[in-house]
């Protein structure tokens, strides 16, 4: 396991009791480094959407946590976020929320000369993701070869 993976992974456990509390779900935490600073984020979630109130409660209680356990080497930023509503399909439980809803698809190498497919997410696996487009075309793609998907935004 990496060093980007064993911070992941217990930011996760730590602040899991605090979104308990508040039933906050957790969607994802990621420790990045964008430009010369790197970050540790949390993206939470809950019914009708996290407020800038919800983050700030969040952080004011993890980051005395942070401070006082310090098993990440150097500085680094702690920031709590909604995950937006263009967020991107990571674990199952954002599969099983989108089962049956648009989801815009963008693959790493053309496949069948396109980068970008869009259609309703029929079913996945472990391995593969399958859809199906507006002409009832139905399309699998193998999980490795997604760049991002994430649900279809109709303004």
């Not at 969607?27 to 970050?39: A, C, L, P």
């Not at 006082?68 to 967020?87: A, K, N, Q, W």
Request: proline share 3%.
């Amino acid at each position: 396991m990496s060093k980007r993976e064993e911070y992941e992974q217990k930011t996760e456990e730590l602040l899991l009791p605090i979104l308990n509390k508040y039933h906050f779900e957790l969607i994802d935490v990621e420790y990045v480094r964008e430009g010369s600073t790197w970050f540790l984020r949390a993206y939470i979630d809950k019914e009708g959407g996290i407020t800038v109130n919800d983050c700030e409660d969040v952080a004011r209680e993890m980051n005395p946590i942070l401070d006082e356990l310090d098993y990440i080497e150097g500085s680094y930023t702690f920031e709590v976020s909604s995950p937006g509503l263009g967020r991107p399909l990571k674990k199952e439980k954002d599969y099983v929320r989108n089962l049956g809803k648009d989801v815009e698809i963008r693959t790493y190498r053309p496949i069948q000369h396109a980068k970008e497919f869009c259609g309703t997410l029929r079913a996945y696996d472990n391995k593969t993701v399958t859809i199906v487009t507006k002409d009832d075309a139905e399309l699998s793609f193998e999980k490795s070869d997604i760049a991002l998907i994430r649900q279809a935004l109709d303004f």
